[in-house]
């Protein structure tokens, strides 16, 4: 599951958003949010160095497990309730190759009881 946690501030006309995005699953996620505000996304790394988990419809990101990534925007649209929205969670493939205690270790609802592990060694 996902937990989405925002703040919003309006300065001068413009929004801004922050927010920190977590998951309570036991493997990396990777994460699709979009923005709610009806109005242009203007996002960090705009530019010449744009940041590549940004579009301009909202963030694709990994989140890994027990931790949190801090995502932010601006925009001169009003602000919303929730002024966010999870729109896509996966569990994000891995590039590493698993070893036995790594494919033990993401079993999420179920762990073989200790004298099964004994006898496969």
């Known amino acids: 599951m996902i937990e989405l946690d925002w703040e919003i501030d309006r300065i001068e006309g413009v929004t801004l958003v922050s927010a920190t995005v977590a998951t309570t699953a036991t493997t990396p996620q990777r994460v699709r949010i979009e923005s709610r505000l009806d109005g242009p996304l203007w996002h960090p790394g705009r530019g010449p160095h744009p940041d590549p988990e940004w579009t301009d419809a909202g963030w694709d990101g990994i989140v890994e497990?027990?931790?949190?990534?801090?995502?932010?925007?601006?925009?001169?649209?009003?602000?919303?309730?929730?002024?966010?929205?999870?729109?896509?969670?996966?569990?994000?493939?891995?590039?590493r190759s698993a070893t036995e205690g790594d494919a033990l270790a993401s079993l999420t609802e179920w762990k073989p009881t200790p004298d099964v592990l004994e006898r496969q060694r």
């Not at 949190?68 to 994000?92: D, H, Q, T």
């Open 65 to 95: 497990p027990n931790q949190y990534r801090g995502i932010g925007f601006a925009s001169p649209a009003a602000p919303a309730e929730p002024p966010l929205e999870v729109v896509a969670a996966r569990r994000a493939p891995t590039d």
